[in-house]
């Protein structure tokens, strides 16, 4: 389903069965300033621009620049509400709130600093029971924050609400280090202790090019928004790994960028070489990838720049970049004011929101990291895995479904940032053309069809060099076989062993050739065979074989 990315808003969809699910709506305010946190456990490289927002969709709010978002939400802990971030990309429920411990929690004897590229945030580990998006957790583990320094404090804001895997949890490797197994994630324990709900949560992170339209997106348990039903109908997207993964990883396939592919590699120990692992962050405002894929997107762009100060590429404001990422074999586009928004601290100048880094992003463990840059182009099911009837979960997986029209996207970038829109704007994946006139057709498996023709193009030359080769060979067994002709003619020979020949040594015994009987100094050198490699870059012809007046004199 392709819908236009003008702002939409969101009606409060309750569910219509008994199930306490329901999409709340999320909503945005205007940046009060630049701010960039990094988060412990991706490297140091998330980025976060907070906007306050409530959950009930009732509260009148303003924002003046679509790119300064990060996504929060109510959650009550021990009957006291509280604003949270919502990040798919951390596993820990931490909040600071008024008072030190939390009203009606149960505080142990753990405590920790979360430490992070920016800010920290210290407390003990305490229990209480959470309500969050309808659905009830008896006894949740949590991080009661005595003190912090924290960018997303300054927005509102009490803490931060991890919807990942448990393993990625560091509040449960506190608690299973005292032996107890209590620590669990929110998302684990909102599922386990409500089994009648379908065991997934729903993203809509849209933003808006109209400055008085409130609502960006959509957050839900359970349920999917009425609007993007048909997600559920989509392909599943399996994570990477697809058992027990630490975080929400999917497999990249590749990216198309003004018509052109772009192949992804990977430095993650078992994925596949021509893919790419990547992390499906809310947390994150932008994306981080590697220099060449960020030197493909901005570097064909006229006037574009990279900034070495500020780590990102400079781009000019009315260059439309139409991109689209292939996973799974599905194409979704994305916004191009997403890709190039207009910079924080001076709109007049528009920045590359895929930032590049260094060897590995991931130190190994994930390629990219995708941000809401990419996400307010699709609408995410993140599916932790149905239970069994052994009460056993399932495979996590992950559902996207497009909603961005590319030709609507080019009249929203043009209709914000002056000139003309594209028109017949066409991403598909595999191998079948699409699009005609002066759109953009575009296949991310040109490649393998390129590696194919020139397969085809060089194979009759490969044949010929192993043809080649194998006369070589069969000229070099003649040669021998005159050789050894020649010499037994001469003078008789002992053969021990496969290829090789002895000649019997003065002062040796003519009966036998046992090493250990001769003097050292009349050990034989012997000559090892030639490999026969037939590949091109590796095969030496051996030498041309002596003949019976230039053999070189046996050494004793």
Known sequence: MKVSTRALSFAL????????????????????SQVIAKRSGTSGFAPHVFAATGSDGDDEVSMDNVHDLIYLANITVGGAPYVVQLDTGSSDLWI???????????????????????????????????????????????????????????????????????????????????????GRSLLYNAFAFNPQEPNYIAFALQSSTEPDDEVVGTFSIGETASEYADVLKTSVISTFPANSPRRWSVLLDGLVVNGKSVSVTTNVTGAPSNKAVVVLDTGTSYTYTSVDVAKAIYGGVSGAYYDPAQVRWVVPCDAEIDMALQIAGTMYPLHPLDVSPSGLTDPSQCIGSFIPQGVSVGAGEFDWLIGDNVLRSVYTVYDFGDFDSSG??????????????????????????????????????????????????VNVSDDLANTLSKIGTFFPALLAIMALNALV??????????????????????????????????????????????PSEQALHTYQPVSMALTEDTFVPPSPAFSKMDRPKSVA
């Open 13 to 32: 969809v309750l569910s219509a069965s008994c199930s306490n699910a329901a999409v709340y709506p999320l909503k945005r305010v205007k940046s009060q």
């Open 96 to 182: 600071k709130g008024p008072q030190n411990p939390l009203p009606n929690s149960k505080p142990t004897t753990i405590s920790y600093n979360i430490s992070y590229g920016i800010g920290w945030a210290n407390g003990v580990v305490g229990y209480a029971p959470v309500e969050f998006a309808g659905i009830k957790v008896s006894q949740q583990a949590f991080l009661d924050v005595s003190s912090a320094s924290n960018p997303v404090l300054s927005y509102d804001a009490n803490g931060i609400a991890g919807l990942g895997f448990t393993s990625l949890s560091t509040v449960d490797a506190l608690v299973n280090q005292t032996g107890a197994s209590s």
């Open 392 to 441: 056993n979960m399932g495979n996590p997986y992950v559902k996207l479904l497009s909603i961005i029209d590319p030709n609507e996207a080019s009249v929203d970038f043009h209709n914000v940032r002056g000139g003309t829109a594209s028109s017949n704007i066409t991403y598909n994946a595999g191998s079948s053309p699409a699009g005609t006139g002066g759109g953009t057709t």
């Open 473 to 518: 060979i069969l000229l070099l067994l003649v040669a021998a076989g005159i050789y050894l002709w020649r010499r037994r003619t001469n003078s008789p020979r002992r053969r021990v062993g496969l290829g090789r020949t002895l000649t019997p040594m003065p002062g040796a015994r003519s009966t036998s050739y046992d090493m250990s009987d001769m």
